[in-house]
């Protein structure tokens, strides 16, 4: 089996990379920016027709939520255009695509945590540009599986764990918001189920929802990182409005992961439990 990873230098793409040496039945192909751009679709298929992959995984993605408040066309270039090239070229090669999501197409403002079969509404430049490349994918294709996940951080790349520890070295006390609700995901369990999904080559095609168990506020977990990691700071909880942002963050983003747990008999772990120490 041959699968091809997009966007390899990012946070997702080091965390496939860093379980796929215990992978000896799969050959990966992993591909940066440099090597595989995924806005050009020239060079799209010249990479597909040189490693006619099975699969492949996208997680290239255009991630500055602010930022692209300011770039909406480098998101848009990035998140639609590049994600429909690769949804044509793999329907060309009869490549099944595996593509990473978000809980920002929602809104934030449900009472329940979101099904895959929730209408979105995205808040945000990056949200709505996430939604429609999904949409994309759904139009050209009918083998793929669209993942969307939460909160995901790890020892690899930018995310909030490796700043809260880094700011952490330097201060004696932070302030952190603490009424936006979601679910943290540690970057390497969800490699690990996405590997597990094709390993299965169950062809329940669709959108499925992965993140770790539970619910917490981003306070929340910041307390659990530095309790795990013995760090001694003071942290005090604030109001999402006393840290204003360019792109509005939903308010509640939880995702209800039924689905994956019935079909591909995924359990995930608890979100406390995935906080690795280091």
Same mark, same amino acid.
């Given at each position: 089996? @041959?699968?091809? @990873? ?12 860093? /379980? ?8 990966? =192909? ?27 995984? $996208? ?5 500055? =939520? ?7 066309? +480098? ?7 590049? =994600? ?6 793999? %329907? ?6 595996? *593509? ?8 934030? &403002? ?8 929730? +209408?979105?509404?995205?808040?945000? &430049? #990056? ?8 949409? @994309?994918?759904?139009? %050209? %294709? ?9 909160? @995901? #951080?790890?020892?690899?790349? *930018? ?5 809260? %520890? ?38 329940? #095609? ?5 993140? $770790? ?5 981003? #306070? ?7 309790? =795990? ?8 909880? /604030? ?22 747990? $019935? ?11 995935? /906080?690795?120490?280091?």
């Amino acid at each position: 089996m @041959v699968i091809l @990873v997009t966007g390899s230098a990012g946070q997702l793409g080091q965390a496939i990379q860093s /379980i796929s040496v215990k992978q000896t039945e799969i050959d990966f =192909v992993f591909c940066d920016s440099a090597t595989l751009d995924i806005t050009d679709k020239a060079n799209c298929e010249r990479i597909f027709k040189q490693y006619q992959p099975d699969y492949c995984i $996208n997680t290239a993605a255009y991630t500055a =939520v602010d930022q692209a408040e300011k770039e909406a066309e +480098k998101a848009y270039l990035v998140n639609v255009i590049g =994600v429909k090239n690769l949804a044509e070229v793999c %329907l060309e090669t009869q490549t099944v695509l595996v *593509h990473l999501s978000t809980d920002f197409i929602f809104d934030g &403002i449900s009472d329940r945590p979101y099904r895959e079969d929730d +209408k979105p509404n995205p808040r945000s &430049i #990056y949200g709505q540009t996430k939604l429609e490349g999904e949409q @994309v994918i759904i139009r %050209l %294709l009918k083998d793929f599986y669209i993942i969307r996940t939460s909160w @995901v #951080y790890s020892e690899f790349g *930018h995310n909030f764990m490796k700043t809260m %520890l880094q700011l952490a070295q330097n201060r004696q006390e932070l302030r952190v918001v603490d009424d936006q609700i979601g679910t943290p995901t540690n970057a390497v369990e969800l490699a690990g189920v996405v590997i597990d999904m094709i390993k299965k080559k169950c062809e329940n #095609y669709g959108i499925y929802n992965f993140s $770790n168990e539970g619910q917490c506020s981003w #306070y929340e977990f910041a307390l659990e990182i530095f309790r =795990v990691n013995n760090v001694d700071i003071k942290v005090d909880p /604030i109001a999402s409005s006393e840290f204003p942002t360019l792109a509005i963050r939903p308010h509640y983003s939880v995702l209800d992961k039924q689905k994956i747990k $019935n079909i591909f008999e995924i359990v995930p772990n608890s979100w406390q439990r995935s /906080i690795p120490k280091f």
